[in-house]
């Protein structure tokens, strides 16, 4: 795993956290940490090197608004 590898995820886990964050407080429900959980699961190898497009897909999968990228099915 390279730098930038390590930099991606890290991105990607804390945007995906604050949009969780933002959910519960936007939708009323308490799934943050089952998210971050999920989010975490995912291999760093696996996340597009562009993590706000790749918190948006994540996001909005969850929210069963789009399917799921190949990224995301490990």
């Known amino acids: 795993m390279n730098n930038n590898t390590c ?3 890290e991105k990607f886990l804390l945007f995906v956290t ?5 959910r519960d407080f936007t939708q009323g ?3 943050s940490y089952r998210i971050a959980q999920l ?3 995912i291999p ?3 996340i ?9 897909d994540f996001l909005a999968y969850l929210d069963r608004r789009t399917r799921a990228k190949r990224w995301m099915i490990h």
Do not use: K, Y
């Open 7 to 9: 930099i991606c995820q």
């Open 18 to 22: 604050q949009g969780a964050i933002a």
């Open 29 to 31: 429900t308490h799934d």
């Open 39 to 41: 989010a975490r699961a």
């Open 44 to 46: 760093a190898a696996e």
């Open 48 to 56: 597009p090197e562009d993590a706000t497009s790749a918190v948006i």
